[in-house]
């Protein structure tokens, strides 16, 4: 018999339902349904359509049942730091702000006015970003949504209860809310009630591999079918991680999609001065593993590009783009980082004028734009490998590179010849693939996180 697992990967621009097995020591996966995401403009605020994704993920469920390949066990992962609130009657208080929305613009010196940087930086391990759950939080203190709010869940923890009527918080991420001690990997309570939040509203912390139950009456019955809910890492990141094809103790990674995160695992939390410095973060991770890792801009500025292009009639994949910038001749650079690439009205105009303003050379064509890209990202990569290395104490001599970015190319090539280590590409599924394996440990099928990372390093 047959034990099929159902990864259900919610990425900031598109989900899919990914089915798995195990067959002759591989993973086998087979994508069953694919479906379109992203943040609307709703009276001038970034929002996601959390109904859409849930009428998709009923969607998704429905075609395992059509394929006569019925799950044991299921597993919800999404982007992090995005949240729903609900009242007393389990209605949602609010929208579900997406996390480019400007809402939170000026709620860190809020925050700072209660506990300074430094000061929450030491307490939490989590790296300064304006869009953080914390300054988020702050912001619904401000526009009142907090009265209401009796419980507090992650987007995929939301998810998750639609299907159960369960109420979970899933620990990998939870911890990108900045609201967790590291060192209990539970709810910070006393950080929570400075900043006026009420406690009450986050509930009990479960870690990854954790059973929540079946599905509800009603979703049986729109489905045609139960299994088993079990929590994945739930944040995109931690699952991909999951699936690094490196048995070794020391792992140097960059998960590279919408967004490349360069780092390390680490058994312990490094929530040093010079850590948060060099805005690292300390995220949660599957076996009390932590994250030690940096966010850059990643292959959202290539993505928004092609966007833009597409727009204006001229059709590229991203291949194509790929191969265009290899041949193109510009040395320019901008920092991936810089907040002007967060969400730009036009990445291009944002990227030409960045290199107006260091009078550099403008990149004119398709193929100068994304080889500008690409090669900021390599030097942003460089830095960050340099930091981690110096903050850790380890030296790496290859970087794993995993996600859907594995598959550009060129910019591997630029990678591994800007920071002078070998980039080991693939898989290109790593986040279907780590959600799957911590359903597959927790079913008893792989022994463990090392076991399902050797399975993939048979593919590499």
């Not at 009657?89 to 613009?105: E, I, K, L, Q």
């Not at 995160?261 to 410095?277: D, F, R, Y």
Request: hydrophobic share 40%.
């Amino acid at each position: 018999m047959v034990n099929y697992y159902l990864a259900v990967d919610i990425g900031a621009s598109s989900g899919r339902h990914m089915l798995a097995h195990l067959e002759d020591g591989k993973v086998i996966l087979e994508e069953i349904h694919r479906f379109s995401n992203g943040m609307v403009e709703i009276d001038g605020h970034k929002r996601w359509d959390i109904d859409e994704l849930f009428r998709q993920i009923i969607i998704g469920l429905k075609k395992c049942k059509e394929l006569g390949k019925i799950p044991v066990s299921m597993g919800i992962d999404t982007w992090a730091v995005d949240y729903v609130l609900l009242d007393e009657n389990d209605n949602v208080v609010r929208p579900c702000f997406g996390y480019r929305d400007s809402r939170t613009t000026g709620m860190d010196e809020e925050v700072y006015k209660i506990i300074p940087q430094d000061k929450l930086y030491e307490r939490t391990g989590i790296q300064k970003a304006i869009f953080n759950t914390i300054y988020q939080l702050m912001a619904d203190k401000r526009d009142g949504y907090l009265g209401e709010a009796k419980s507090f869940l992650m987007v995929p923890d939301y998810l998750h209860y639609l299907l159960t009527g369960v109420k979970s918080n899933e620990y990998t991420n939870c911890s990108t809310t900045q609201l967790l001690n590291p060192d209990t990997k539970e709810w910070d309570y006393e950080l929570i009630e400075m900043l006026g939040f009420n406690k009450d509203l986050f509930g009990e912390i479960k870690q990854p591999g954790t059973s929540i139950g079946g599905f509800s009456d009603e979703v049986k019955a729109e489905v045609g079918f139960d299994c088993k809910v079990v929590l994945p890492p739930t944040h995109d990141t931690a699952s991909a991680v999951f699936a690094v094809p490196n048995t070794s103790d020391n792992v140097l990674y960059i998960s590279s999609g919408t967004w490349s995160l360069l780092g390390s695992e680490n058994m312990q939390a490094i929530c040093t001065k010079e850590a948060m410095e060099a805005n690292f973060t300390n995220e949660g991770g599957y076996d009390g593993r932590f994250r030690f890792l940096k966010n850059i801009m990643g292959l959202w500025m290539i993505q928004s590009v092609r966007n833009e292009l597409i727009a204006a009639g001229q059709e590229y994949t991203f291949a194509e783009l790929c191969n265009l910038a290899e041949e193109a001749d510009i040395d320019s650079i901008v920092d991936a980082n810089a907040e002007v690439f967060l969400a730009p009205a036009s990445m291009i105009n944002a990227v030409k004028d960045y290199c107006k303003n260091q009078g550099q050379k403008i990149p004119e064509t398709p193929g100068e734009l994304a080889k500008v890209i690409y090669q900021s990202l390599a030097i942003c990569y460089r830095k960050a490998c340099k930091e981690v290395e110096s903050i850790t104490g380890k030296h790496f001599d290859t970087i794993n590179v995993v996600g859907g970015g594995s598959k550009a190319g060129y910019l591997n090539k630029l990678t591994a010849e800007t920071i002078g280590k070998t980039v080991i590409a693939g898989p290109s599924e790593a986040t279907a693939l780590g959600n799957i394996g911590a359903q597959m440990v927790a079913a008893g099928e792989v022994a463990g996180l090392k076991e399902f990372r050797n399975i993939l390093m048979s593919d590499i």
